[in-house]
């Protein structure tokens, strides 16, 4: 008998779970992280959260196989670096995150792999995509990070920095983005794309619910949609359509037969963004495409992510 252990680097927090070989939970610990620190920092963090629970896999007579660590960046898992992690900082720009891991962590094997990723590794493991063999996952958190398995494999693309789903264009002339393009489907659906739609919605029209706010969070605007507010509707109706046309373009090239959406928001807003997101796909798509097409929530929530790189040791 042994385990795993994934770690998911987040913007605010590490999440650490321990799994066995069938991908099941046996332990799980949270720590939180500030970009602030710096990047010795953030690896002695990971390195003693990885530390805590491998003993604790030996505790229980089940040693660890290794480390796997989903980082919010594109990066190449072959050689473990990763090209940036803009929701971190500038301090790392081809971070060689596995090299400085397993400095740390000598006597653990580790694996680097890109959050989302993960996070679709994870979901076909144990969760809403077990057995499927075409899915592509779009977490809307603080970015939108994208996951494709097609005929079964991962598609990472050359370099690994493909999958990339949250930078499929949407308005060419649209805001700018942290990849250098503008109008990409993360300015529209992430959560922080929620937050600035609403504020400058706000900017314009001031009544509501929601105008009581100062600087209202993407939670801010699933609770005030759910009050029935219609600023609120408006911007998660935005962010809803520009998903389902993103979804339209990736449907075109890949076909899947189940698309899942995750992350913080997208999870949290799911039942208000899914009739307009299937709308607006539907109308932009073969029928061909969509039929027998299921689009649902992603099952592990904020766990997949984690699950998904234990997966990559195992
Ligand atoms: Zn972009």
Known sequence: MSSAIGIDLGGTKLLGILVDERGSPLARRERPTCACDGPDVLVGSIAALARELAEEARAAGRPPRGVGVGAPGPLDPRTGVVYAMPNLGEDYVRFPLRERLTRALPELPVAVENDANAAIQGEVWTGAAKGCEDAILLTLGTGVGGGIVAAGRMIRGARGAGAELGHVIVEPDGPPCGCGGRGCLEQYASGTAIARLAAEALA???EGALAQLAAPSAQ???????AGDELALAVIDRGARALGTALASI?????????????GFGSAAWDLLEPSTAAEMKSRTFVASWEGLKLARAALGSDAGAIGAARSVI
């Open 204 to 206: 314009r029209r001031r």
């Open 220 to 226: 801010d605007v699933v609770r005030a949609a759910r």
């Open 251 to 263: 449907v075109h090239v890949l076909n899947p037969e189940l698309v899942l959406i995750g992350g």
